[in-house]
């Protein structure tokens, strides 16, 4: 079981980013999928998530509006499209799978993480 996060960069202020977080060896039908991120010195912190039923979205107030989390046709991606953005959107971004309902053991899976950096 394996999460890849792909699409972090620089990028200007203002300007946009397409991040995609795919599975390997299974699909999100099952799993509730959110986005984290972490700037330096900070802690991991929730941008988006997405349920697993019925596509329910929730967003931080940091990117409301800005930033949009979707599941993809091929239901084994998900993404979080992410416009004007801020200097203080830099961070490494990360991928989250839950299963639902939630297991006893296993089921939440994390990638490896995307750097995503605001700057001129």
């Known amino acids: 079981v394996q999460l890849v996060e792909s699409g972090g960069g620089l990028v200007q202020p203002g300007g946009s980013l397409r991040l995609s977080c795919a599975a390997s060896?299974?699909?999100?039908?099952?799993?509730?999928v959110s986005w984290y991120r972490q700037a330096p010195g900070k802690e991991r912190e929730l941008v988006a998530a997405?349920?697993?039923?019925?596509?329910?979205?929730n967003y931080a107030d940091s990117v409301k509006g800005r930033f949009t989390i979707s599941r993809g046709n091929a239901k084994n991606t998900v993404y979080l499209q992410m416009n004007s953005l801020k200097p203080e959107d830099t961070a490494v971004y990360y991928c989250?799978?839950?299963?639902?309902?939630?297991?006893?053991?296993?089921?939440?899976?994390w990638g490896q993480g995307t750097q995503v950096t605001v700057s001129s």
């Open positions: 989250r799978a839950e299963h639902r309902p939630k297991m006893r053991t296993g089921g939440d899976y």
């Open positions: 060896s299974f699909t999100f039908s099952n799993y509730d």
């Open positions: 997405i349920t697993s039923a019925g596509g329910s979205t």
